[in-house]
């Protein structure tokens, strides 16, 4: 075993295709932990098939969990000395706000979930707070959900990251 530590909880966000979910997954297997994959998209289509297949190229070796709805169950299955990567929460909210579920309700449930998790968890997300302002309704209600949900994760992580271009900036370190 090495030295490197995995905090119990560790956000890592960026934009899309930034390097976050190959940044997020170093972290785990340089962790040398039993690996679980929690994946939250749906293919819709077939652009998103394609992307789901080469993320699932890259994980020989992982348990997989699809859990495009219910994270705080897939949560639940990942033990102590096990760690997590939930891949993405922005799927995960696409989701549910698709769904028409109660979001704030979902935001609230995951977090306890997130804490009550007896493994590591790495939470992959997208920062879409930082372009223009969408032009429709449905577009700035997720918006500002993605932003509220990414607050409330990186509050509770004790690492937070930021990737872009494939570099990663520690945001938030462990005390």
């Known amino acids: 075993m090495n030295n490197f530590f995995l905090p119990a909880l560790t956000l890592v966000t960026g934009g899309a295709a ?7 997954e170093k972290l785990i297997t340089d962790s040398e932990l039993p690996r679980v994959y ?40 990942v033990g102590h000395g096990e760690a997590a990567l939930l891949d993405c929460l922005t799927m995960w909210l696409t989701n549910h706000l698709l769904a028409e579920s109660d979001l ?10 997130l804490t009550k998790c007896a493994g590591h968890v790495v939470v992959v997300t997208n920062e879409v707070g ?39 900036l520690t945001l938030k370190a462990p005390v």
Do not use: Y
Request: aromatic share 4%; with cysteine; charged share 30%.
């Open 38 to 77: 929690i994946a939250t998209a749906q293919a819709w289509d077939d652009e998103m098939r394609e992307k789901i297949s080469q993320h699932r190229d890259r994980r020989d070796g992982w348990r997989d969990v699809e859990a495009p709805l219910d994270v705080v169950s897939a949560l639940a299955t």
């Open 130 to 168: 930082q372009g223009i302002v969408p032009d429709n309704a449905l577009s700035r209600q997720f918006r500002e959900a993605q932003g509220r949900l990414n607050q409330h994760v990186a509050a509770q992580a004790q690492a937070v990251t930021v990737v872009m271009s494939g570099l990663p």
């Open 104 to 113: 704030g309700r979902e935001t609230r449930r995951l977090c306890d979930a």
């Open 18 to 24: 930034s390097g976050k979910s190959r940044f997020a």
